[in-house]
T-cell receptor
Framework: KQEVTQIPAALSVPEGENLVLNCSFTDSAIYNLQWFRQDPGKGLTSLLLIQSSQREQTSGRLNASLDKSSGRSTLYIAASQPGDSATYLCAVRNTDKLIFGTGTRLQVFP | NAGVMQNPRHLVRRRGQEARLRCSPMKGHSHVYWYRQLPEEGLKFMVYLQKENIIDESGMPKERFSAEFPKEGPSILRIQQVVRGDSAAYFC???????????FGPGTRLLVL
């Protein structure tokens, strides 16, 4: 059974820091891995999707890497801003469904 | 291109009533997924549908819950005889094909009194 874990559960940093959020999964037989952002009381915004054959994806200040063999992904946020404050979720795709981690709650203060 | 739409955004029901949650996928998307987020828990998969077909309902409780995605109109998640434990945020996502990015709607927050 696939299990997805995210570390840390919460993170509070000053503006400008570079951040690394971690995601690990127990079954390496995945189709892809997706990182999302969730703001309080809101839906999910897709940030990056990495196919199982890829090693990383980049979008602006965000970079996500995938090491399928070790069951790990990291989301790197450069030069963090208060607007980055949200819960970050990773999800792996097994067949047709996404299996989510419990998230990292990020707070960036000015 | 409008995103995934869900309505209502908030729904209050008393125990024993029925709840109907609607999801309109993005234009051109024929794959719909429902997820549930219980308070202080992660999102859990419930059901995956294509037009007129349920593909995978392995995450949906066997009783009181049903889902459909008719040829015309939105996908419906129906909860009969709601109980307090059904209180949660229900999210719908859509994709153009199974391997592509899933785009999520804003969710329906169900509160059972």
């Amino acid at each position: 059974k696939q299990e997805v874990t995210q570390i840390p559960a919460a993170l509070s940093v000053p503006e400008g820091e570079n951040l690394v959020l971690n995601c690990s999964f127990t079954d390496s037989a995945i189709y892809n891995l997706q990182w999302f952002r969730q703001d309080p009381g809101k839906g999910l915004t897709s940030l990056l999707l990495i196919q199982s054959s890829q090693r990383e994806q980049t979008s602006g200040r965000l970079n996500a890497s995938l090491d399928k063999s070790s069951g790990r992904s990291t989301l790197y946020i450069a030069a963090s801003q208060p607007g980055d404050s949200a819960t970050y979720l990773c999800a792996v795709r097994n067949t047709d469904k996404l299996i989510f981690g419990t998230g990292t709650r990020l707070q960036v203060f000015p | 291109n409008a995103g995934v739409m869900q309505n209502p955004r908030h729904l209050v029901r008393r125990r024993g009533q029925e709840a109907r949650l609607r999801c309109s996928p993005m234009k051109g998307h024929s794959h719909v997924y429902w997820y549930r987020q219980l308070p202080e828990e992660g999102l859990k998969f419930m059901v995956y549908l294509q037009k007129e077909n349920i593909i995978d309902e392995s995450g949906m409780p066997k009783e009181r819950f049903s889902a459909e995605f008719p040829k015309e109109g939105p996908s419906i998640l129906r909860i009969q005889q709601v109980v307090r434990g059904d209180s949660a945020a229900y999210f719908c996502a859509s994709s153009p094909s199974p391997g592509e990015t899933q785009y999520f709607g804003p969710g329906t927050r169900l509160l059972v009194l």
